[in-house]
């Protein structure tokens, strides 16, 4: 058993914000599945919103993540994240993490923040680094954990199960002792105890299809805490981006919304501009209206895709802001300074999760969930773009806060108890599987849903679910069934939640209930194992 007395499940900047603030307190371990840095913060393109300049205020960022989430939101919580982010944001900047600056004006030496723009966001304000401010925040997070003798962390280790109370056959109120994770290199399982435990796993795109996520996003925190008792709350709220790139041989690659935020207009493909049947504000309209634009302007034409169009901005301007976006799309042939960029859009971010209140506590004591896992009620109905970075690192700090010193503790934990089955031949039906799941998830609880296709959905999630349990029991456990179990589990709750709510609102769009429903504007979907 490997004693903490704090376990850290990820590795993105939930995970590393909160381990850099326990760990002048006691010893840190933080569980990571792949290399330290592969996570959805890596990939972040836009920026995190926080508001920095003259022309911005609290009240404004408020109003517009307010409205974004369609009636949804939580305003204190909301309060408090914008409130907090300018302090937090200038705790990144002393750690190392360069945001892109302006020359203000022009010729003066005077350097400030160059605030980008992105849908919903009635004023300037997402802090970014070029195109690649995930990359640049991961790494000024890391450089500084390696200087932390305190932290260790343990990369390729994949965290299977919480270990709470209850399911040790302990009486009271079931509290998380620690966790069991495989040891992906040596195939053992073993055993991490603390009595505190922070999820800060992050999202499940990989559920579908077409995702901008990386591989890792595969919804473990939730299943896990779904497993372990705890509430799960608003999964319908999947949030699809607009733009990924629509290229044969490209793999979840995002085309940022700043680019619209800079001018880029989408148009079909027949040349015209489209967004102005759909919303005053066009290309930049929220993104749950954007992406609901592009599926119905695809069906109508049956175009595979659409194009985002920014070559009536300077070259020198596109390459020197979007020098990633640039790159990667010449690599596959498409110069964005010359033609249009062919789009679709892909499940980006999950708007809810495992529900905590701001500092990050779930309803099992000991337990706490931080980033794109929890369900805070910052982002009701659908995420203003931007807002997760700072949800992040904003609720990581106060969760840090919330835990305090670590207190003494002992627990009296199992060794994990493993199948035997060892049978490649059925490693076939592990891949079938997945490729079914986020199939059917694309097709039937996609941008628009009807409740006969959830329901669909539903009955053939449940024999999945069926057929996965009786795997896991007898088969040496794997990341790929792992996942599988995590993947199936994380579908039926999305389906579970779009199927209870009999209304549109925000990112859950079901034709057989075209509006929202005010009796629903201010209740959440709760999920809590029987
Ligand atoms: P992540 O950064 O995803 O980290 C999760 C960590 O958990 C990873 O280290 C992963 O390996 C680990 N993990 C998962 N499961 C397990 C397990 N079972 N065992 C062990 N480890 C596990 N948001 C913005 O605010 N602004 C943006 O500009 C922006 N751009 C984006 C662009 C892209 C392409 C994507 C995909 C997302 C973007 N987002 C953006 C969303 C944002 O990046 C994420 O919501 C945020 O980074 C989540 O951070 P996190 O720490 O919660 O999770
Ligand atoms: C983007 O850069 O378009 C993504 C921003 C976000 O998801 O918040």
New binding site residues.
């Given amino acids: 058993m490997k004693p903490f007395d704090f376990l850290i499940l990820g590795s993105g900047i939930a995970g590393l914000s909160f381990a850099l603030k326990v760990a002048p307190r006691g010893r840190v371990a933080i569980i990571t599945k792949k290399n330290r840095a592969e996570s959805n913060t890596n990939y ?4 995190i919103a926080a508001v920095t300049s003259k022309e911005d205020s609290f009240e404004l960022h408020v109003r517009d993540t307010l409205e974004a989430g369609a009636g949804l939101c939580q305003e204190p919580v909301v309060r408090t994240i914008v409130e907090e982010g300018p302090a937090r944001i200038a705790e990144l900047i002393e750690l190392g993490m360069k945001f892109s600056g302006r020359e203000v004006p022009e010729g003066s030496g005077e350097i400030e923040l160059d605030l980008g723009r ?1 849908g919903g966001h009635s004023r300037r304000r997402i802090l970014h680094a070029k ?1 690649v401010t995930g990359r640049e925040i991961e790494s000024a997070l890391l450089a500084a954990i390696a200087a932390q003798p305190n932290i260790e962390i343990f990369e390729n280790y994949f965290a299977i199960d919480l270990i709470t109370t209850q399911k040790l056959g302990q009486a009271g109120p079931s509290r998380c002792v620690g966790v069991y994770a495989l040891d992906k290199k040596s195939g053992r399982v073993e055993t991490f105890a603390a009595p505190v435990t922070l999820l800060a796993t992050g999202g499940c795109g990989k559920v579908y299809l077409y995702t901008t996520n990386p591989d890792i996003a595969t919804g473990d925190g939730v299943a896990m805490a779904y497993r372990a008792g705890a509430t799960v709350s608003n999964m319908e709220f999947i ?1 699809f ?1 607009p ?1 990924c790139l629509y290229h044969p041989k490209a793999k979840s690659f ?5 680019m619209r935020g800079e001018g880029a207009v989408l148009k079909s493909l027949a040349g015209g501009e489209f967004m102005d049947k759909f919303h005053p504000l066009q290309s930049l309209a929220p993104r749950d209206v954007v992406a609901r634009a592009i599926d119905s302007e695809m069906k109508r034409t049956g175009a595979d895709y659409v194009l985002l169009d920014a070559t009536h901005r300077p070259a020198r301007f596109l390459i020197e802001h979007f020098p990633n976006i640039y790159e990667t799309c010449l690599r596959y042939g498409i110069d964005l300074t010359k033609e249009p960029i062919p789009v679709v859009p892909a499940a ?2 999950q708007c809810g999760g495992v529900r905590t209140n701001v500092d990050g506590e779930t309803d099992i004591a000991g337990l706490y969930a931080v980033g794109e896992v929890a369900c805070t009620g910052l982002h009701g109905a659908n ?1 203003l ?5 700072l949800e992040a690192i904003v609720c990581a700090h106060r969760a840090a806060q919330k835990v305090g010193a670590p207190a003494p503790f002992a627990a009296a934990i199992p060794a994990w108890q493993s199948g035997k089955a060892n049978n490649a031949d059925e490693m076939v039906v592990v891949s079938h599987n997945w490729d079914e799941i986020r199939r059917l998830m694309w097709d039937y609880v996609g941008i628009v849903r009807t409740n006969k296709r959830l329901q669909r959905a539903q009955k053939r999630i449940a024999n999945l679910q069926e057929e996965i349990q009786e795997y896991y029991w007898d088969f040496i456990v794997t990341s790929d069934l792992l996942e599988l179990r995590n993947i199936a589990t994380v579908a039926g709750l999305i389906v579970a939640c779009a199927l209870e709510r009999p209304e549109s609102r925000g990112l859950n769009y079901n034709l057989d209930f075209p509006n929202p429903d005010p009796a629903w504007g201010q209740r959440d979907t709760l999920l809590r194992k029987g």
């Fill in positions: 972040a393109q836009g920026g992105e195109d949030q981006h733009t995002l085309i940022t919304e700043a980006h971010y995420r773009a931007s807002n997760s970075l």
